[in-house]
């Protein structure tokens, strides 16, 4: 087993007397892509934003990289947020500039290069120098990816990455998620969508602030049952079927 990346241990969040994250216990090993799958409400959201030290958990420990998780280590996090927090009164460059200036790229030769690097990945040179006002809703998605791995963080967390994008950019950021941790990034992805599970190497599937099912895709597919049970006939199954043990290894 590789090491760990992220370790969560028998955390709880509340929202005032509301309890949303439920005893999550959770090792992610370093250099892999670890899904979050889970209805609205499940949980996603606020688990990233609890292994980013943005929240701090009512009870239980969280390590990142073997640190507690605080906005002071963010130069090691990328976070691509669910709904895109953007200046938009900046054009695409002068955003992801931005992002590379408070990560820490500070000399300006190498910023401009990298900034035009990840333009050219997210697709929108020709829109280099429009406002983010005046993009599309896909566009503005893809500016922030651009912004959340600017400076190649070691971990990096995506909530709902693929949401809004076409077809052929979805193909091409999985591509891109992979080459990412093929050199050692670890990546935390919600998603709701099958297509973004298949694609990653291990799953957790919540529900109400539960851990229902974690494992690989063709494990957590192969607990249905069925032969050829798909990863959302899985979802679905566990989601029925209450709180199974969460770890079907
Ligand atoms: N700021 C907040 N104050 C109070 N309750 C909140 C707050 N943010 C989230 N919640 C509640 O916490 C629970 C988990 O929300 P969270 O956003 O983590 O879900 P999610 O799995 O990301 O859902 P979605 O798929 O819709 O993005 C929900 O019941 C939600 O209503
Ligand atoms: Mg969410």
């Known amino acids: 087993m590789k090491e760990s990346a992220i370790k969560i241990e028998n955390v709880e969040f509340n929202y005032g007397h509301l309890k949303v994250i439920d005893h999550v216990s959770l090792e992610i090993p370093k250099g892999i892509s670890f899904g979050l799958l889970g209805s609205n409400g499940a949980g996603k959201t606020t688990s990233i934003r609890l292994m980013l030290g943005l929240l701090k958990p009512n009870k239980g420990n969280i390590f990142c990289l073997g640190r507690e998780p605080s906005p002071a280590n963010a130069v090691n996090t990328g976070y691509m947020p669910q709904l895109p927090s953007l200046y938009n009164e900046l054009t695409v460059r002068q955003n992801i500039d931005f992002f590379a200036h ?10 401009r290069k990298r900034v035009d690097e990840i333009i050219q990945l997210v ?8 406002s983010v006002v005046q993009l599309s809703g896909g566009m503005k998605q893809r500016v922030s990816l651009a912004c959340a791995i600017v400076h190649q963080p070691p971990l990096l967390f995506l909530d709902e990455p693929t949401v809004g994008l076409d077809p052929e950019l979805r193909v091409h950021f999985w591509e891109y998620f992979e080459n990412l941790t093929a050199a050692g990034t670890t990546l935390v992805i919600s998603s709701h969508t099958m297509d973004d599970a298949a694609h990653c ?20 597919r192969a607990a249905v049952g069925k032969p050829d049970a798909s990863l959302e006939d899985a979802f679905l199954f566990f989601i029925r079927h209450g709180e199974v043990k969460s770890n079907v290894q």
């Open 102 to 111: 408070i990560y820490g790229l500070k000399n300006a030769q190498q910023r």
């Open 123 to 130: 697709e929108l040179m020709p829109k280099r120098d429009v």
């Open 201 to 220: 190497r291990q799953l957790a599937f919540m529900r109400e602030g539960k851990i229902i099912a974690q494992g690989t895709p063709a494990e957590l």
